[in-house]
């Protein structure tokens, strides 16, 4: 098995093709991306010193729409990472309902060694590289790893002078509110992590309140899940970031949490903490799992010493399938990534509908609207699954797979 991102994605469209019973030219076409555009632009650094990025955008398939999806600033972003999270893209915007193709795109950076001045100059430099191939009705790009409301008002700005100064929200997503992006954008990823949690609960007839919770990665997924999955009742008692673990069996405060944070920087060294390792949180003491770091954490090694009865995946691709087939083997219910993790690309395209008629929702009202669409589509894929005694993963992506190929009949191309 390749546990590779693109590996992994393909294992899974192979795998869900056949139960979906996809004709096999549809097959062939959604193996490879429609559209690959690899860029290289200079930038020059404060020093003066121009170096070379190198950027991408993949467009997987737009039989549904048009295209849909982030922006990663990673040192070790690879054209192949970039077609994987594309595929899980146009399979994540089918099963939520959303009219929209996958895509994704990507800068190798280290946005962390970058002072403010030099990300914006490397965020202009690559809308103007892939100007032609973004915008509305063609591809709305948005915020992920690395990047944020901060990088996305410069990349639409950048979008706007290319074309001429022509005010358009709906060209960029994950934008500052006050250029024209979304209300409870921040949250979304978070939100929809922590309903799956919720939504499992109210299936399975387990109680929320006092549900140990682990939550590997700290970051703009985890934290949100976890202050969201607090204010259920739930009770978080394993943390993670980039350093190292904590964990405390009685749960933590997580308003004291956050404020050490964002004091320090690290969740290391926390008052009243169990040191650990991220490895070893995969495996700590816990009822619900949520990877929400990177991909293809929870291997087979992890899956047989997992002690949670539930697996939530905030990240993209963390499990990877020899691992899932053990977790199913031993009863543990995996939510999977294109179903849990699906919030960020849903209030995406409130934040696309919002901009194109120029009206705009509270928080409150974007979080309602996203609720009512997730538990409709969690309903929809946990009976599937039992129904059709296939695993969750593989009845949300039957679901999202025979709604493009509907969309790619229509249009005749197969």
């Not at 169990?274 to 700590?284: I, K, P, R, S, V």
């Amino acid at each position: 098995m390749n546990n590779t991102a693109l590996g992994i994605a393909l294992a899974q469209l192979e795998e869900a093709a056949n139960i979906a019973g996809l004709q096999p030219e549809t097959l062939a076409m959604l193996c490879e991306p429609q559209r690959v555009l690899i860029v290289n632009f200079p930038v020059k650094l404060d020093s003066g010193k121009t170096i070379f990025f190198t950027g991408y955008r993949v467009h997987h398939n737009h039989a549904l729409g048009q295209i849909q999806g982030g922006t990663r600033f990673s040192p070790d972003e690879t054209l192949d990472d970039i077609k994987a999270l594309a595929m899980w893209m146009t399979v994540k915007n089918s099963l939520n309902g959303i009219p929209a193709g996958g895509g994704k795109g990507g800068v190798r950076c280290d946005p962390g060694v970058l002072s403010e001045a030099e990300l914006e100059r490397v965020c202009r430099a690559y809308i103007r590289s892939i100007a032609p191939l973004i915008g509305p009705g063609v591809d709305f790009p948005g915020a992920d790893i690395g990047t944020g409301a901060d990088t996305q008002s410069w990349m639409l700005d950048e979008w706007e002078q290319v074309h001429g100064m022509r005010h358009e929200p709906s060209a960029v997503s994950g934008k500052a509110v006050a250029l024209g992006g979304s209300q409870g954008r921040a949250a979304a990823t978070g939100l929809g992590v922590s309903l799956a949690v919720r939504e499992t609960c109210k299936a399975t007839g387990w109680d929320i309140k006092g549900l140990r919770v682990a939550v590997q990665g700290y970051g703009k997924v985890g934290s949100w899940a976890a202050r969201i999955l607090d204010s259920f009742g739930a009770k978080i008692v394993a943390v993670s970031d980039v350093h190292g673990a904590i964990y405390n069996e009685n749960g933590f405060n997580i308003a004291k949490l956050n404020s050490y944070m964002e004091k320090y920087n690290t969740l290391i060294d926390f008052p009243g903490a169990q040191a650990m390792t991220n490895l070893e949180l995969l495996t700590c003491p816990c009822d619900v799992l949520i990877p929400a770091a990177v991909q293809g954490v929870v291997t087979v090694e992890m899956a047989c010493n997992i002690k949670a009865k539930l697996v939530v995946e905030g990240a993209n691709g963390p499990t990877t399938p020899d691992a899932e087939k053990i977790l199913t083997e031993r009863g543990v219910k995996v939510v999977p990534d294109i179903l849990a993790n699906g919030g960020g690309t849903v209030i995406a395209y409130l934040e696309r509908v919002q901009g194109t008629y120029g009206y705009y929702w509270v928080e409150k009202e974007v979080h309602r609207k996203y609720d009512e669409m997730f538990t409709e589509t969690f309903n929809i894929v946990y009976r599937t699954a039992e129904v059709e005694k296939i695993s969750m993963r593989m009845a949300a992506w039957v679901r999202a797979l025979r709604r493009v190929e509907e969309a790619i009949k229509a249009r005749g191309w197969v």
